[in-house]
């Protein structure tokens, strides 16, 4: 919403250079670096185009230079995490990996990540649409939306090459995408070339929308990992004496709402999800069941699930342990995820693996 607004400023501004319209371009512009890091890239593209505008009048010049001193002196509180931000996840590395990652987020941008595009039967249309779309704009948009296209393209490139890209941040500077591909469709003279253009986005969009409903041509396995039926039968084997272990905050979230000794809708408060702002007996982490000693059950339930900076030791690590103390009595994998070998490859600091629940 922001780098809209901060559009919708900038353009307006271009239009008609007053106090009033600069002013209101300020407060959006500290709004935006306040809240977000990359604010910062945006309004470097922003700040050469008004010097490429502005670059014989002297007295903007000096009101750009100004604004950009008071920014970065309001910015000062927040500058030093913003520098360590930029120097721990900076990474900079042209490779085949981190370009095939740019490119895949930006086919997640246009279809989402309900069609993976290693499925090469709806991958490849939707690709094409994507290329011939991107072409249509830069050849036919108009000059201030061919810049925004342009700035998009270089944030693009830039967050490559760094390796910081992602889907989320994508979605950050995807209004000087939208704002490009809406300009072209309404100005462009030619029918045919509207037609293309709302033809490859149609399709783009239908795709996206078949791969929504069928459920299972996700790129990314983990909106639909089944935490709530799993977190079920964790449940009932917690309400019977057993003991849960699991790594997966998606699953402790569940499973907070199904017990009720920690349901905020029972206590009547939220107190926070479990296992560390709230506790319940016989639930644990992998690091937590060691602490208390190992305990075990008539049923002990094991939920390995994907995560992240979980600390502790691996579940497989506690299955291990518990060989000599359990009988193995039913075991499942859930959820397949048919890129974990793409990406393991391009992306092996992930982690992924097979198998999203076991």
Known sequence: MLVSLLTLIYSKYLEDPSPKMWFSFALCALALVYTNYLGWALLACLGLGLLLRFARDIRKLVLFVSTAVLLVLACLPIMPAF?????????????????????????????????????????????????????????????????????????????????????????????????????????????????????????????????????????APHWVEPWEQVSSHAAQVVAHGGVVIANNPSFFFYLTYLLPSTNPSIRGHFAGLLPISVQTPNVYTPQQWVDAGSPAAQTVFLADGLNFEMPGPAIEDLRSALDSRCKIIDEQRLVHDSGAEWKRKYQPVTGQRSWRFE
Do not use: D
């Not at 061919?146 to 490139?157: D, G, K, N, Q």
């Not at 490009?180 to 045919?192: D, E, R, Y």
């Open 83 to 219: 520098l360590g931000e930029v120097h721990r996840g900076a990474r900079p590395a042209p490779s085949i990996s981190a370009l095939t990652i740019g490119v895949y987020n930006l086919y997640c941008l246009f279809v989402s990540e309900s069609v993976a595009p290693w499925f090469w039967a709806p991958g490849i249309a939707p690709g094409l649409a994507i290329t011939c779309a991107m072409l249509l704009v830069l050849i036919c948009a108009r000059s201030l939306a061919r810049r925004f296209f342009l700035y998009f393209s270089a944030l693009l490139m830039a967050m490559t090459f760094l390796q910081i890209g992602n889907t989320k941040r994508l979605l950050m500077i995807s209004p000087w995408l939208i704002l490009p591909v809406g300009v072209t469709i309404a100005t462009v003279t030619l029918p045919s070339t509207r037609r293309w253009l709302v033809g490859s986005l149609v399709l783009i969009g239908l795709i996206g929308w078949y791969g929504i409903f069928s459920r299972n041509l996700y790129a």
